[in-house]
T-cell receptor, first 114, second 113 residues
Framework: ETGVTQSPTHLIKTRGQQVTLRCSSQ?????VSWYQQALGQGPQFIFQ???????GRGNFPPRFSGLQFPNYSSELNVNALELDDSALYLC?????????????FGSGTQLSVL | GENVEQHPSTLSVQEGDSAVIKCTYS??????FPWYKQELGKRPQLIID?????GEKKDQRIAVTLNKTAKHFSLHITETQPEDSAVYFC????????????FGAGTRLAVHP
């Protein structure tokens, strides 16, 4: 059984650029959610994807968007990057069964916006 | 709105002592309460969780207690070891179709040999 994998591990961008982060869910998991973790803070929910559709969203602007693919992998896209977007972006996968609240996180992508 | 407060922000104990971290939440509809451990540079890992129909759950040296009336829950670690040193996050979730966890700000636990 493979765990949640994310790429790239680190990324440096400049303000105004666009970025795409990628996530492969854990084997057998069909739901993917994305979280932003600022330095010294707890993760904040961005959105969740199930059956290739966004089915829940936190307090993030529309320039944060995503995709889920038929193999349940997912992308997080951020347009018009701002300095405050610098953070660790975590992907988490889960199932839709009885234990669907249990989230399994990837190691994250550390994004720095200069 | 939804809010989770976690205390203390830092905790330093001697090896073998117990450690307790407490979280309070504002949304009485919350029904799922996980705890995650995040070592430096690593992913958050689920260490224990509890649902609102249970008051206490234990897994070896780790236990979680829930007081729904007071809207707080706590993580208890007994016989601490240096490898318990990490940042611990509590989280809460409302019933619903998607897994939006609201996290606390974290507690940095240091266990000194």
């Amino acid at each position: 059984e493979t765990g949640v994998t994310q790429s790239p591990t680190h990324l440096i961008k400049t303000r105004g650029q666009q970025v795409t982060l990628r996530c492969s869910s854990q084997s057998g998991h069909n739901t993917v959610s994305w979280y932003q973790q600022a330095l010294g803070q707890g993760p904040q929910f961005i959105f969740q994807y199930y059956r290739e559709e966004e089915n829940g969203r936190g307090n993030f602007p529309p320039r944060f968007s995503g995709l889920q693919f038929p193999n349940y992998s997912s992308e997080l896209n951020v347009n018009a990057l701002e300095l405050d977007d610098s953070a660790l972006y975590l992907c988490a996968s889960s199932t839709t069964g009885a234990t669907n609240e249990k989230l399994f996180f990837g190691s994250g992508t550390q994004l720095s916006v200069l | 709105g939804e809010n989770v407060e976690q205390h203390p922000s830092t905790l330093s104990v001697q090896e073998g002592d117990s450690a307790v971290i407490k979280c309070t939440y504002s949304d009485s509809a919350s029904n799922y309460f996980p705890w995650y451990k995040q070592e430096l540079g690593k992913r958050p890992q689920l260490i224990i969780d509890i649902r609102s129909n249970v008051g206490e759950k234990k897994d070896q040296r780790i236990a979680v207690t829930l007081n729904k009336t007071a809207k707080h829950f706590s993580l208890h670690i007994t016989e601490t070891q240096p490898e318990d040193s990490a940042v611990y996050f509590c989280a809460v979730k409302r019933p619903g179709g998607y897994n939006k966890l609201i996290f606390g700000a974290g507690t940095r636990l240091a266990v000194h040999p």
